[in-house]
């Protein structure tokens, strides 16, 4: 994200609840940027295990199954994707698993 915007002009300033300028912490961008690029490079490297689960929720649902198939073993991200794609899901037809 740029400070400016595409007219050049700069971007409004969100105001926290203390009158100070908020500004998204670092952490969170991060974040952000593992979920948007995970097609492209699909590893967590030595990512901590709280934030796997930050950017597993933040995946588009119709990532490639044969890339997150094998990767992502997270049972909320299969339940929101399984309900995204089906109305009816039985998960105890299928073992009582999501994936």
Known sequence: MSVFQKTGEPAAKVIGPTGIPYVTPLKDLCVKVVAENFEKRPDF????????KRVIELFDLDLPLELVGVRIPDEGYWKRRCCARWRNCQVTSHGMSWK
């Open 45 to 52: 490297g030595k990512l901590p295990d709280v934030f796997v």
